[in-house]
Nanobody, 118 residues
Framework: EVQLVGIGGDLVQIGGFLSLSCAAS????????MSWVRQAPGKGLVWVLF????????NYADSVKSRFTISRDIAKNTLYLQMNKQKPDDAAVYYC???????????WGNGTQVTVSS
């Protein structure tokens, strides 16, 4: 059974730093492509970033480019999302998701809440 467990959501100040993680089981992060998606209160899902299974390619939404960084620990089968210079618009529930063969997000982790305060 594939399982993704997201943790690390917290209250962070504007301009601050926060790191989220997504622990995977039942699949190898060295093979599958992954994404992070977020949903702000009252709004729809918004794609944040993509990381290729081989780790060779990452793509970030313009809104987070240069502030967010994705990394992986293959031995721990865990993704890490480092979020710098937090903005109010970063407040959301963050989900990690596996990219399926149809390039859809076919497996989702639990959401982890990020709150940004002034």
């Amino acid at each position: 059974e594939v399982q993704l467990v997201g943790i690390g959501g917290d209250l962070v100040q504007i301009g601050g730093f926060l790191s989220l993680s997504c622990a995977a089981s039942g699949l190898s992060l060295a093979i599958f492509h992954m994404s992070w998606v977020r949903q702000a209160p009252g709004k729809g899902l918004v794609w944040v970033l993509f990381v290729h299974g081989a780790g060779s390619t990452t793509n970030y939404a313009d809104s987070v480019k240069s502030r967010f960084t994705i990394s992986r620990d293959i031995a721990k089968n865990t993704l890490y999302l480092q979020m710098n210079k937090q903005k109010p618009d970063d407040a959301a529930v963050y989900y990690c998701a596996k990219i399926g063969s149809a390039l859809d997000m076919d497996c989702w982790g639990n959401g982890t809440q990020v709150t940004v305060s002034s």
